[in-house]
């Protein structure tokens, strides 16, 4: 089953923070982030294996909550670049790194 | 090139009609993936691949044949293409060294539309 993520889509201007939640109703392993720009292939973020963790990559960080089997995404003072829709991906168990990902949630930098 | 590559890039095909698209990766990745994407339905996984002659069922298999018969190559067969299997479809492979193990690195996908 798809992990389910919130918001749907959301619109912010330079400079504004903006939360991604990807929620599951599996136990998990370990969660992944993409980001997929219009018209081009997903690009891998992160990954979070232990719960609680919290993962940084530039002003993008992510947290995972293993027993709420929940993650989060965090975009600080967002750019135009971060424009794109996003994805997380849950794994249930190591070993095959078979990843389901979520439906998406649609960001729009504006000016 | 190194890399992930898929072709075609774009696959205009009829009802009924068998079509294969073709994955080839240069980092002899272990694990390779082929999903679709449909709006309102993100990436679904198809099939997927833990090495040559390994593969197994994904979400969404019914109407589309895998093989793996060498590590860089991965490709995806549809056995009598249907309207519902318009799409685009990326493969992926994963299994590099170090902090890259478990990323996914995607080809540039196919667009594939069946008339």
């Not at chain 1, 912010?12 to 998990?28: F, H, M, P, W």
């Not at chain 1, 969660?31 to 891998?44: D, I, L, N």
């Not at chain 1, 070993?95 to 389901?100: D, H, L």
């Not at chain 2, 080839?24 to 090495?51: E, K, V």
């Amino acid at each position: 089953q798809q992990p389910v993520q919130s918001p749907q889509a959301v619109i912010l201007r330079e400079g504004e923070d903006a939360v991604i939640n990807c929620s599951s109703s599996k136990a998990l392993y370990s969660v992944h982030w993409y980001r997929q720009k219009h018209g081009e292939a997903p690009v891998f973020l992160m990954i979070l294996l232990k719960g609680g963790e919290q993962k940084g990559h530039d002003k993008i960080s992510a947290s995972f909550n293993e027993k709420k089997q929940q993650s989060s995404l965090y975009l600080t003072a967002s750019q135009l670049s971060y424009s794109g829709t996003y994805f997380c991906g849950t794994e249930s168990s190591p070993g095959y790194q078979k990843v389901t990902f979520g439906t998406g949630t649609k960001l729009q930098v504006i000016p | 090139d190194a890399g992930i590559t898929q072709s075609p890039r774009y696959k205009i095909t009829e009802t009924g009609r068998q079509v294969t698209l073709m994955c080839h990766q240069t980092w002899s990745h272990s694990y390779m993936f082929w999903y679709r994407q449909d709006l309102g339905h993100g990436l679904r996984l198809i099939y997927y691949s833990a090495a040559a002659d390994i593969t197994d069922k994904g979400e969404v298999p019914d109407g589309y044949v895998v093989s793996r018969s060498k590590t860089e190559n991965f490709p995806l067969t549809l056995e009598s293409a249907t309207r519902s299997q318009t799409s685009v479809y990326f493969c992926a492979s994963s299994g590099g060294s170090g902090e890259s193990y478990n990323e996914q690195f995607f080809g540039p996908g196919t667009r594939l539309t069946v008339l």
